[in-house]
Each structure stands twice: as structure tokens, then as C-alpha cells.
């Protein structure tokens, strides 16, 4: 499936996992082809999507993208499209794949029930560290190019 980009991002920044995910992702969008759209601000606007039958609180209660089409893509098909357009190969591979998706599916609607819980918890701290991993990752293949030639083994 192809996704024009930019694909604009509906999310609950008012969530410290949901901020902490989006917020990591946008680390990685090196194209700048993902915009992030607060829907828990107080002068966030829905009235552009009610004819679509898309409010704030459906917004809240299920992440929701939109391509530069005027495509929509909900919940776990949004996440592995965002991942994918981020460079996150090996994450969007996850969420798509036949055997996985199936139980992200379950599991989503219930992390999004709990997702101020689970934050109370610590677990937005998971994409702190995520991100500080990756950028010693990325800094040690950095040492290994110079004049253009890399020796990077993958």
C-alpha cells in the first residue's frame, strides 16, 4: 500500500506513552514526512472531520492518520504505516506481520483503555530509553564511514 506523505498524525499527547512513542518516531523522520497534531489540546479543531463521522474523542480513543490524499488509516494500520515512513523497517514489520498483527489488534483497544495507567507505571520511559540506544547505535556505525567509505557489517 502506498501512503502520500505527509501523513498527519492524531494522537493524546496528554498520555506520556502516547507522547513518548510519537515523540521518538519524529526522532527518526529524517524526511519530515510526519506531522504530529495534538488532539487533547484544548483548541484542537474537529470540525474539518465531523462529515467524515471523526470527532475528538474518537480521535482520543484510537490513533488516527491522515495521508496527503485525504486518506484515513486507525489504529494498528496507522501505527505500521507511521513506522514505515519513519525508517522503523523492522517495527512496521511487526505490526504488519500475519502472525503478529492479529494480536496487536487484540491487545491496542485495550492498551488504549489503559494507556494513563500504564503510563503511571513508567512504561513511556521504555521509548526514552529506545531512543538513547539507537543514538549510541548510530554513533558507533558513524565511526566506522570515512571519505565515503563505510565498513559496516549488517
Same mark, same amino acid.
Given at each position: 500500500?502506498?501512503?502520500?506523505?505527509?501523513?498527519?498524525?492524531?494522537?493524546?499527547? !496528554?498520555?506520556?506513552?502516547?507522547?513518548?512513542?510519537?515523540?521518538?518516531?519524529?526522532?527518526?523522520?529524517?524526511?519530515?514526512?510526519?506531522?504530529?497534531?495534538?488532539?487533547?489540546?484544548?483548541?484542537?479543531?474537529?470540525?474539518?472531520?465531523?462529515?467524515?463521522?471523526?470527532?475528538?474523542?474518537?480521535?482520543?480513543?484510537?490513533?488516527?492518520?491522515?495521508?496527503?490524499?485525504?486518506?484515513?488509516?486507525?489504529?494498528?494500520?496507522?501505527?505500521?504505516?507511521?513506522?514505515?515512513?519513519?525508517?522503523?523497517?523492522?517495527?512496521?514489520?511487526?505490526?504488519?506481520?500475519?502472525?503478529?498483527?492479529?494480536?496487536?489488534?487484540? #491487545?491496542?483497544?485495550?492498551?488504549?483503555?489503559?494507556?494513563?495507567?500504564?503510563?503511571?507505571?513508567?512504561?513511556?520511559?521504555?521509548? #526514552?530509553?529506545?531512543?538513547?540506544?539507537?543514538?549510541?547505535?548510530?554513533?558507533?556505525? !558513524?565511526?566506522?564511514?570515512?571519505?565515503?567509505?563505510?565498513?559496516?557489517?549488517?
Amino acid at each position: 500500500m502506498s501512503t502520500a506523505t505527509p501523513l498527519t498524525i492524531y494522537f493524546d499527547a !496528554s498520555c506520556a506513552l502516547c507522547n513518548s512513542e510519537m515523540q521518538n518516531i519524529k526522532l527518526h523522520d529524517f524526511e519530515d514526512a510526519l506531522i504530529l497534531v495534538d488532539c487533547s489540546a484544548p483548541d484542537f479543531d474537529d470540525g474539518p472531520f465531523l462529515a467524515e463521522g471523526i470527532t475528538r474523542d474518537v480521535m482520543m480513543n484510537c490513533l488516527h492518520a491522515r495521508d496527503a490524499n485525504g486518506a484515513w488509516l486507525k489504529g494498528v494500520a496507522a501505527f505500521e504505516v507511521i513506522y514505515r515512513i519513519a525508517g522503523m523497517a523492522t517495527i512496521a514489520r511487526l505490526w504488519g506481520h500475519p502472525l503478529t498483527r492479529p494480536l496487536a489488534e487484540r #491487545a491496542y483497544p485495550w492498551v488504549v483503555r489503559h494507556r494513563h495507567f500504564l503510563s503511571a507505571l513508567g512504561l513511556h520511559h521504555v521509548f #526514552a530509553l529506545w531512543s538513547k540506544h539507537t543514538a549510541r547505535h548510530a554513533n558507533s556505525l !558513524s565511526g566506522k564511514c570515512s571519505a565515503g567509505h563505510c565498513t559496516i557489517n549488517r
